[in-house]
């Protein structure tokens, strides 16, 4: 048994407890949380050099312990290809966030338990991705929505509670029928180790539950990606969560949907996802379509954040259709797809709130134009984000696009291949209006003339704890895109070990 | 005296308790069907034991067990009943009606009816 | 023919004690000074204990069968099933007395009535658990249900306490004509009382059909429904909420566990010993009850401001989860063993975990409140500041209740029904539930939520803030923090429990495999 | 040597990356990464010239693995031949005197740094076109010039105008590379790899739909990249960005992307003849569309911007008929003149500070060196002896008439009309820039006429250097071809004969006599105001603009509306209103708890009968 995945655990939920438990001034907590987030990251990096890439589809590093025999679970932790690049996507990412916030704590303040929190959520992400029996996920899965549920309800905007609530509740519904669906497996299949379900590959499972069992897990999962049409309580939940909310629900949050799809609902009721699979392709990519409309109307007039979150839609539509497709192509899609939207909004979250610290509003109107001017750091990393997140090749927002699109050309065997054509092209459509509303974005937010309001009003440009947390997303957007490898290399064996 | 009779009547007795536990306004009074529901399965009981011919006599048994819980009952009924008057000066159990799901008070009136307590 | 039975006092060990105790404190309250009225408790709890310990010991031997029959029958089992339930009673009796102490000085109970009724109702429980005939089963039941009327109304000079009391008791009674009318009825069908003997006599009746088969099937629903009251299922739950506000808190406390949990006892015993035949035609009522009961409480749990009532449609709510494994779907003639067994264990390992978090919610609104009759969930808000431990204590308590972590413990809890209702092919049922724990969280968290509003305006506190703060004792404490430790405990490792549920549904089993 | 082609790219895009975020620590400034990185890529660029010389249909291929996709496993690297080696000098050339003629003509402007390093990182791309041997590869130079584009002519973004030409430039591009990235998919899917040789190689193996379909795709990003009809819209408008900008897209990058592609894929197309006759339909609507465009517009640039689409519209029509090799020689020497144009065109706009050919006039005599090459220009374009273009031209005309059949004769026929146009255009744009009087702003104050300084004029000359040699007959058709192109087979032999460049030039003349006859009869007026009302839609661009709006920018944006109110109206309030019912539901479920016992206890015993009644009657069944 390796001690690397009880520490990726056990660092980050000290940590949390440390800064729920005892009081301590505000610089303290800071250091603690950057601390205590960073261990995590250590753990992570330990954790990668000591992986053997050779062996990806493999779960490495196990804990396996006997846990609640009379239901049948065990206490079961792995990583593979498929989970490590989530795995140091979520840990980077806290980091990011810890050290966020030591240059801008949240207007509610409460920096010590605002920390706890987020290690908290740390936690329930890392186990989430690297739990290996469907109990243990599940519960990790569920440890998420807590946290996330006091960081809007506590540190949000002024609607933050409806806000919260509907989040919670969204959630919550989703992962109670994703729960139903599990049991469903089991009921078939007589185990929830993950590894086991994944190796019978659906045997065992009679082809009405799989189908069932697939669409309760796609609500499940669909309701956190979020899919269309059960998309609606992110806008909501971005537009009122403090920054740090904003980048961890859609940088790690949004991912836990979409990997638990891969992972759980397509490698264990594989019958039950090709019978599925056109519905899902088809909410997909009419969540593509549909979100990129959403944000052009929002660039008239409308809030960032609201904007960034409808385009998260957007994104995970694309990632929902690489999964659609149930092809290695399209899931690898789907992965680095998660990955690169991890990223990106990640970064654009945290300029957004870089903005929302600065000028008290991320409403476009209100911020009028010429942030290029203005503050030249961030309407250039803004210019960045934006054009990263329409998927420019060379980017790494493009993999995930392209290769859900690419998926969608040649789709499984199963699969009707003129009707995922349709899917593709309309999606390709979206592609373009992606572009067009970000664009208009940028021309209404970042070029253009100062407004008289903010012409003379003193607004700091980035200061050095925003770089540290914004640069390394930055310089990762640009890597994966131009060395995709990094991501598709890891999780290329898995994958193809899923679909076999 | 077949069986059937036997039954038909005690579950008319029955069914005047019911009634009656339903239609009366009175506590005292309601005690009073509740008795007669009892006893209707008492008659039961003891038209059954008679017509089984049980070596263990269970339905006679049962059915004296059934006036002890009927009496035990009907002793701490009064004595909440008695409660009840003494409290309210009413026996009417439809008027007995504070407690129920209402919207809520305003906290000032809770505080004056707490100290009017 | 032998009438003198021979009688197991190894076997009654439990109630035997708990019921001397209740004497003797009714006793030694009268001789002591009221200054000394807190040996009450000491004695109670030291009884309990006792009995508690009586009660662990028993299952660590082979199943004991007293109080028999000619021919093998034997009204008093103390097996796995009596044993898990009878550590249930007395656990929650233990925790119920810690809450009291305080409840019994303030509200001026009469100490020794108090405890007296308290020990005697558990006694019924503990017979009730271990009760094989119906017979048993109804004066057991009597046994527990007489002394919680009074206790109820034991508030002097209170007029909710004795409505309370009142409509608890009508409704008991009405609910006991009913089942005694139904167990008539079965009587009548079978011509036995024993549970064995009835489901012997019932597989026949079953399977013949007709008029005959029909009247059996009405007269199990009726004898189910004196259960059915006592867990508050819907439509058998209205007197829950109104009865729960007027008690003194530790009283609804009591009821809405240990009380529900002895209902609970009764109906497993009748289902699957007694009615067991009709396993196909009880399995799609219990559903459908089960779904109603789930859905009414939490919709109504919704719109209370009270947070006794607000707990006691949560407990109406909780109830409907714990019948949903019961809701199976079984085939006609006894087959589906193991449904019924993974059913059984699920109900009782709900029940178990239910218990412990559902006492420690009223612990800590026993910690909070005065009053129970005024006490409103907005004196709830902002609890963090005032006692940051309660709050996150309560806290627990409640993400437990809705299933959710932290409080995994509840998530275990609904995990397992879940589980059950999925293996015994009761899928929609299972559906019905998950949506159910959505609005289930909704007024669990809004109260939760409610603890940690720290914000300016709720700065202002509630306007019973002052007896809030005063009311600090260390009984109470001690029962938050057993509580507390059990959600946790169980939150980390239920196997335990998990465990002693499957053993108790296997005992329950085993009297009555084909 | 072709090892190291990968620096071709390279050192653009580091000279970018150094512009952008390290300039401050190069002694010199911003100017020394943006010229050192397009010195060393003319470098590269010559020595890969050198290395492919003689044998240029060789194909050097480097390439690395680059990731894996799950499915067709891609590889990134370089794959140069003659056609990629001739066309990166190319770049290079126009790229680095861009840069040079930028140091003056962008002096003094607050973002010449980032402006510098985005021109470096526009090379960069273009050059990473020219040399990728991956598909995936080749678009992500494609899609960065869209990029550097909008960024380019967004690049006074305090002014409306740029922004929304820096917009309309990146979307319609995108709209035409989506069809692009589909392309992509089939051949390489079909093909099995993304390689471009791979691709090449096995287009006989696939299917005839696949090939139709991908070759189809293809030319929907070609379309759009060379601004060909219907896509071309943006062009005209990117005029708002700095004007060696201009240069740069209309000669070396971007444009010029779409028609490489073909030339560089040309087996494919040829493997599908309905595309090519597609793209020879294009050509010709676009040919004499846009040149008609050009005749009526009074803006300087946008004059050129038309021209360069009707050119691009000739280098298509050439590929379209099979004369790949005179296609791909109208592509470098409209490079030079082009590129030439749009510089003289700077140097004129600085001096007079308007774009408006209206508010200008006599400026030969103080710019004699502008006016001078752009007089060689000017004929290049025209088509007149001895000047480049006029041979490029013919080739293509040429080629359509050896082609022959409908798609040929229209070529030709269109071809010929166009140069008609074409020579009417340049002459007036010559007449009414340079000829004549000074006529000045309408209103504004007469400003200082000078010439512009060496870093200007000096890649003005040199470029009309090129204008003029590119254009000897004998280096493409004979000798050079076989030196420098590797032609693929299939295509058209270079044909340039006398006969035809007499007719062509015959027909120019006509067309210039004409105009400047039309220009002596009444010196002050505009040429074109002979044409009298026809000249409308000619100013309007035949109103294709208006089209769009009408027809899809106005409908997306209502639907985007509509959307947005579904959402909140619809999809939230739904939730929403699931919420509100069970709140609704539990007050309505509370009524029933009315405090009177008596109708719980009628509750109870109702429940109890229900069921009853249903069990019995259930189990009698």
Partial sequence: MSVALPLLLGVPAAGAALLAAVPMSERRAKVLGVLASGATLVVVLVLTVGFDFGAASRLQDGVDVRWLPAIDVRFHLGVDGISLPLVILTALLTLLCAIYTVGSVPEAGRVRQLLALVLLLEVGVLGTFVA???????????????????LIAAWGGPGRRPAATKFILFTLLGSALMLVGFLVIYAGAGTFDMTALAHAHGRGIGAAPQLFAFVLLLIGFGIKSPMWPLHTWLPDAHTEAPTVGSVLLAGVLLKMGTYGLVRIAVADVPDGARRAAPALGILAVVGVVYAAFACLALVRSGDLKRLIAFSSVGHMGFVLLGIATLTPVGIQGALIGNVAHGVITGLLFFLVGGMKDRFHTSEIEELGGGLLAKVPVLGGLTLFAAIASLGLPGLAGFWGEMLAMLGAWSPAAALSRPLFIVLMAVAGAGTILTAVYFLAMLRRVDFGVVTARWREAPIPDAVAADLVAWVPLTVLALSIGVWPRLVLGVSDAAVRGLLR | MHLSLAVLLSALLFGVGVYGVLARRNAVALLMAVELMLNAANL??????????????????????????????????????????RLRETVSVDTLTQLADRDPRPQREHDAADVAQ | MRLIQSIDYAAIAPPVALGLTAVVVLVADLFLPPARRALATVISLAGSLVALGFAAWLPTQDARHTLCFP??????????????????????????????????????????????????????????????????????LEVVSLPAFVLVGLRRGDPRGSEAALKFFLFSVVSTGLTVYGMALVYGVTGTLQVDGIAAALAPVHAAGGAKSSLAAAAVVLVVVGFAFKVSAVPFHFWAPDTYQGAPVPVAAFLSTASKAAGFAGMLVLLLEAFRPYADVWGPVIAVLAALTMTVGNLVALRQWHIVRLLAWSTVAQAGYMLVPLGIATTAGGRGAAELHTAVQATLAYLGIYVVMNLGAFACVAAVVRHSPRAGVEDFRGLARRSPVLAVCFALFLTALAGLPPGVAGLFAKLVILRAAVHGHVAWLAVIAAANAVIGLAYYLRVAALLFDLSSDSAAAPAVSGPLVARRSR?????????????????VDPQLLLHAASTAAASLRHSVAP | MTHWAWLLPALPALAALV????????????????????????????????????NPALVHENAVAWTPTGGIALHIGTRVDGLAAVVGVMVCVVALLVQIYSTVYMAGDPRYATYAAEVSLFTSAMLLVVVASDLFELLIGWELMGLCSYLLVGHYWQTEGARAAAVKAFVTTRIGDTGFLFGIFALGVGAGSFDLTAVMDRVPAMSHPTVLAGALLLLCGVVGKSAQFPLHVWLPDAMAGPT????????????????????????????????????????????????????AEDDLKRVLAWSTVSQLAYMAGGLAVGGWTAGVWHLLTHAAFKALLFLAAGSVLRTVGTNLMSEMGGLWRHMPITFGTALVGAGALAGLPPFAGAFSKDGILSAAKDHGGALGNAVYVVGLVTVFVTAAYVTRLILRTFLGVHRGPVGGEPVRLHESPLQMTGPLVLLAAFAVVLGAPVLPSSYGVRRWFGVPAGTQPLHVGWAGVLLTTVIATAAVIGVVLLHRRRPADDPVAVLGRAAVPLRRAFWVDEVYDVALVRPVHALARAVLALDLRGLDATAVGTGRTATFAGGGLRRLQNGNVQAYLSALVAGVLVVVLAVAVAVAR
């Avoid at chain 1, 290996?132 to 006091?150: G, R």
């Avoid at chain 3, 009984?475 to 939150?491: E, K």
């Avoid at chain 4, 595309?275 to 050509?283: C, D, E, K, M, P």
């Fill in chain 4, 19 to 54: 512009g952008l975020f390290g300039w401050r620590l190069v002694p010199g400034g911003p100017v020394v990464p943006a010229v050192v990185g397009s010195v060393g890529a003319l470098v590269v660029a010559t020595a890969l010239v050198v290395a492919v010389e003689g």
């Fill in chain 2, 44 to 85: 039961d009981l003891v038209a059954f034991d008679a017509w089984f011919k049980d070596t263990l006599h269970g339905g006679q048994v049962f059915a004296l067990f059934v006036v002890v819980v009927a009496a035990a009952e009907v002793g701490v009924g009064l004595a909440i009943v008695l409660t009840v008057f």
């Fill in chain 4, 244 to 295: 060696p900008i201009s240069a740069l897209i209309h000669a070396a990058t971007m444009v010029a992307a779409g028609i490489y592609v073909v030339a560089r894929l040309y087996p494919v197309f040829l493997a599908a003849p309905v595309a090519l006759t597609v793209l020879g339909i294009i050509a010709c609507i676009t040919m004499l569309g846009a040149a008609l465009c050009a005749l």
């Fill in chain 1, 132 to 150: 290996a029996d469907l109990i243990v996920f599940f519960v990790f899965f569920e440890i998420v929505l807590i946290p996330m549920y006091f």
């Fill in chain 3, 475 to 491: 009984t109470v404490w001690a029962a938050v923090a057993v509580t507390a430790l059990g959600t946790v405990a169980l939150s």
């Fill in chain 3, 71 to 140: 021919g093998g029958a034997c009204s008093y089992a103390a097996d796995h099933f009596t044993a898990f339930f009878q550590l249930l009673f007395l656990g929650a009796l233990v925790v119920v007395l810690l809450l009291s102490l305080t409840s019994v000085a303030e509200e001026s109970l009469p100490t020794g009535e108090f405890h007296f009724l308290l020990l005697s109702s558990v006694t019924g429980m503990l017979v009730l658990a271990a009760s094989r005939d119906l017979l048993s089963l109804l004066v057991a």
